[in-house]
Every structure is written in C-alpha cells, then in structure tokens.
C-alpha cells in the first residue's frame, strides 16, 4: 500500500486550504454552558440532536461533542441556537474528502470512484461506487505537518488527472454530472397534472429520451409505466416485482448516496422520476444520520419532480428543514407536503408554488414571508402554542386557501368569554389568508380543553363567515354551556357539526 503523509489539523488554516481544493468538509460541535444557562441549553441540545435526557446532560456538563461529522452549514447553525442561550460551542475538524470519477462508462453511475479523505490526523484513498466505500489503495497515520499533507493530497490529484479521471467536491455531484438531464421535458414534467394520461405521455417521452442517451432512468420509466398500465391485479403484482428487481439493479445510479433510504421509505415511481415519497419511520442510528439521507435524496435527479412528500420521525429532525425544503428542486413541483413529529419549523422567505395541501404537526412553527398561490387546504396541529398563534401564520400568503383545519393541545382556562387562546384565534382567522375559507375544522387533542364560552359569538365575526359551507367541531372537547350556545346559533354558522 502506497505511503501517503498525513497532519495533526489545526482547523482554521486545514478548513482554508481545503476550502481551496474544492474539499467536501464535514465538522464537529462541542458545547459547554453556565451553570444559570445548563437547563435550557439541554432542551435546545435534544431539539438539534435527538439526544436522550441523559446524553444531552452529560454533553452539556462535560463539554461533549454534540454533533458529530456534519456539514459547516449545519454546525453554524447549530451554534447560533445555542448560542441565543448563553452557551458557549467550538467548532473541530471531523473530515473531509475530495472525489475522482471515470467521465464516460458503459453503465452510468456503476464506474469505480476514488474519494481522498482527511480523516482526523489521517489522509486515506479509498476505492468504491456511489455510496459503497471499503477498498483504502492508501492511507498512512498522522504524523507531519501541514504543508506535507497538502503536498500528498496535490500528488494524488496529480495522478488522477494523468489517469483521465475527473474530479468533484462530493458523491451528489458525481451522479449529476454522469446523468443524462433534459430541463424542458424535466420543467414539463413538473408542470403537466396527471389528468387525461397526460402526465404519463411526458413521463413515456422523457423515458424514451433517457434510454436514448443510455441512462437506466429510462429503464426504471418503462417499468413504471408499465406498471402503471396493468390491466389486472396478478399483472399489476408481476410489474411491480418488475420495477423493483429494475430499481435495485440500477440503485447506484438512481440514488447514489442516498441508497440507505430505501429501508426506511416508501418510494412511488411515475417514469423515471420518484412522485411519492413517503419516509415516515424512525432511523436507529439516529436523527443525524437522517438528516444527511434526506439532504442527499433532494438533491438526487430521480426526485426533481417530486410531488407528494411525507416525513415523520427522524427525517423531520433536521434543524434547517424549512430551509432545506424550501432551496430544493422539487419545490416547484411539490402538490402536498405532509410533516410530523416536528419540534420546531422555520419557513422563511419560501415559495412552493404549486402546493395545494399542507400538514404540519409541530411543537414550535413560524411561517414568515412563505408564498403558496395554489394552496388549497392547510391542516396544523401547534402541541404546545405560544403566547400568540397569530403571528405563526401572519407571514403566510394564500390566496386560494379554502379548506383550514386546526389542533391544538392545550387549557385555556379562563371564567370570561373568549379567553387567550380564543383571542388568538379569532384574530388569526382575520388574517387575508382565511378570508375566503369553504370549510373549518377544530380539533382538541387528548384530555385538552383550549375551547370556553363565546367561540360561537368569535365565529360568527370572522369575514370567512360569508363564504364557509362547513364548521366542524366534532373532534373539539367543548363544554355543555358551550355547546348550548352553538346550538342556539346554528342558523347562523353554515354546516356546523358538533361532537357526539
């Protein structure tokens, strides 16, 4: 095995010379708090990890990493929220790799890959596929300096263009580069709604165009299509074997990666491109290793034109979701967007613009400046709701809005009529964006009681009164005077329905 020198890091001038190889970097956080400062800066610990009670103690009182092996944007992040609490964090050297590919070969996404690695004190080579790294051709325990580290990392660089191959900054962009792409027939795709076999004529041309160019996109669209012709059952389950058997031949290529997704998400293919995704369960090896799937599966081509995504568990995790989400491909074709389990969702300055439904069940949520002109029904379930819900959705423009369903877990305990949580909610539902509401739906969750006296007097006042056909209370825990009022109003609330 070939010698290669190798360095004990010093972050600052190690992330700079990397930076200028064009390095894909990854980095650690580590946390330290006042004494005065210890309780919230756990809470905030857990938010951004996942960590257990205990880890996320130890952490904090002994100086701990929290955060191991993430990008710097990450850990930026990261650092600005905790430090909001007072708690002092310091960013460390994790690793980083450079990677070399073979620009032409017969089966896309399946040539041999080189990646150079910066692994703490090491410099290793490895030799695999996308996603698949095992075979080290050189390594060597750290032992020099700086300048001796960059000097082997410029010689194997060196070596890889006299052997042809290319290089770039990180396995996403390997699977870019070596895929074939057509951005009109990618745009229409997009765009076209499945109405009148429309969306699969594209889908066939889009197909037929892959297969030309010899990228098993197109392999994996036949099948699907297939699939989604079958004119019976026993057909319709040999197909779907079909495009299994062709998707996990074709794996490298279609998710790269992001492979390791596959056994925790449901995938539903129409051609070449993912539709569907679902990835709702939890990931035992934890919340980071989710968030790098989820970051590497939006930037795979196969989801470009995703338009239903569901995330629950560890993939909502993720501290700069809202961010991720909304800087992706696919939020320009997004239909319906369905998150759960979500501590907390920032959205800002966002703009999906062909999204009719969206579900969020969060502890925390702000939407500011987020732009959804085809959104057509809303669905929030806020568990704990601050001091004012209004300003949760006073950022939101929808104009098309019609259909809003709230949930909320809380007691808003009060001997007057329309008590905090109430007042909020009226002047929530004063915002433009529920002018124009067709149905509204309140739900209460559990053994909770957010609604008191005069929530029918605090309905009949909200300018959507005009247009709403439904108002449906039937999974909202009211009170018997309560109810007494509605039924006393119901000539004046469109389609009430009340609990049984």
């Given at each position: 095995m070939e010698e290669m020198d190798s360095v004990d890091p010093t972050i600052g001038q190690l992330a700079r010379a990397l930076d200028a190889r064009g390095f894909e970097r990854f980095v650690s956080v580590r946390v330290q708090a006042p004494a005065r400062r210890k309780?919230?800066?756990?809470?905030?610990?857990?938010?951004?990890?996942?960590?257990?009670?205990?880890?996320?103690?130890?952490?904090?009182?002994?100086?701990?990493?929290?955060?191991?092996?993430?990008?710097p944007s990450l850990a930026a992040h990261a650092c600005e929220r905790?430090?909001?609490?007072?708690?002092?964090?310091?960013?460390?050297?994790?690793?980083?790799?450079?990677?070399?590919?073979?620009?032409?070969?017969?089966?896309?996404?399946?040539?041999?890959?080189?990646?150079?690695s910066v692994i703490g004190v090491e410099l290793v080579c490895t030799?695999?596929?996308?996603?698949?790294?095992?075979?080290?051709?050189?390594?060597?325990?750290?032992?020099?300096?700086?300048?001796?580290?960059?000097?082997?990392?410029?010689?194997?660089?060196?070596?890889?263009?006299?052997?042809?191959?290319?290089?770039?900054?990180?396995?996403?962009?390997?699977?870019?580069?070596?895929?074939?792409?057509?951005?009109?027939?990618?745009?229409?795709?997009?765009?076209?709604?499945?109405?009148?076999?429309?969306?699969?004529?594209?889908?066939?041309?889009?197909s037929d165009w892959l297969q030309a160019q010899g990228d098993p996109r197109g392999l994996v669209g036949a099948a699907a299509l297939a699939l989604d012709g079958a004119a019976d059952p026993e057909r319709a389950?040999?197909?779907?074997?079909?495009?299994?058997?062709?998707?996990?031949?074709?794996?490298?290529?279609?998710?790269?990666?992001?492979?390791?997704?596959?056994g925790h998400a449901s995938l539903r293919w129409a051609g070449p491109n993912i539709t569907d995704a679902q990835l709702p369960t939890r990931d035992a090896?934890?919340?980071?290793?989710?968030?790098?799937?989820?970051?590497?599966?939006?930037?795979?081509?196969?989801?470009?034109?995703?338009?239903?995504?569901?995330l629950a568990g560890s993939f909502t995790q993720h501290p700069a979701l809202g961010d991720l989400l909304a800087g992706s491909s696919c939020a320009t074709s997004l239909r319906a967007l369905d998150l759960s389990e979500l501590r907390?969702?920032?959205?800002?300055?966002?703009?999906?613009?062909?999204?009719?439904?969206?579900?969020?069940?969060?502890?925390?949520l702000e939407l500011e400046q987020v732009s959804?002109?085809?959104?057509?029904?809303?669905r929030v379930v806020l568990r704990f709701p601050g001091d004012d819900i209004t300003s949760t959705f006073a950022g939101l423009d929808a104009p098309r809005l019609e259909h809003f369903e709230f949930g909320t877990q809380t007691y808003d305990y009060w001997d007057e009529h329309q008590g905090p949580l109430q007042r909020h909610l009226l002047a929530t539902l004063q915002l433009p964006c529920f002018a124009k509401l067709r149905s509204l739906t309140l739900r209460s969750l559990g053994e909770s009681l957010p609604y008191h006296t005069g929530l029918a007097q605090m309905l009949e006042r909200i300018p959507a009164i005009a247009t709403l056909e439904r108002i449906d209370l039937r999974e909202a825990r009211i009170a018997s005077g309560?109810?007494?009022?509605?039924?006393?109003?119901?000539?004046?609330?469109?389609?009430?329905?009340?609990p049984p």
């Open positions: 309780i919230t800066t756990i809470k905030e610990v857990r938010i951004l990890t996942g960590m257990g009670l205990k880890l996320a103690k130890d952490a904090v009182e002994q100086g701990q990493i929290i955060l191991d092996a993430v990008p905790l430090g909001r609490f007072g708690a002092t964090t310091s960013i460390e050297h994790a690793h980083a790799h450079r990677y070399a590919f073979a620009p032409s070969h017969d089966r896309r996404g399946e040539q041999v890959c080189e990646r150079l030799r695999g596929h996308l996603g698949a790294w095992g075979h080290n051709v050189a390594t060597r325990p750290g032992d020099g300096g700086l300048e001796a580290l960059l000097e082997a990392i410029d010689r194997q660089r060196h070596r890889w263009a006299v052997a042809g191959l290319v290089e770039a900054g990180s396995e996403v962009e390997i699977l870019s580069r070596v895929s074939a792409r057509d951005r009109a027939l990618e745009l229409e795709m997009a765009e076209t709604e499945p109405e009148g076999g429309a969306l699969e004529r594209t889908a066939a041309v889009y389950q040999q197909r779907s074997r079909e495009l299994a058997r062709v998707v996990d031949e074709h794996a490298p290529h279609l998710l790269g990666p992001a492979r390791g997704i596959i090896s934890g919340p980071l290793h989710a968030n790098t799937l989820l970051e590497r599966f939006l930037l795979l081509p196969v989801a470009a034109g995703l338009r239903r995504l569901t907390r969702l920032t959205l800002h300055d966002a703009c999906f613009e062909r999204l009719r439904e969206l579900s969020l069940d969060a502890l925390e959804t002109p085809a959104l057509n029904a809303l309560v109810r007494a009022e509605f039924e006393a109003r119901r000539a004046q609330l469109p389609g009430l329905l009340l």
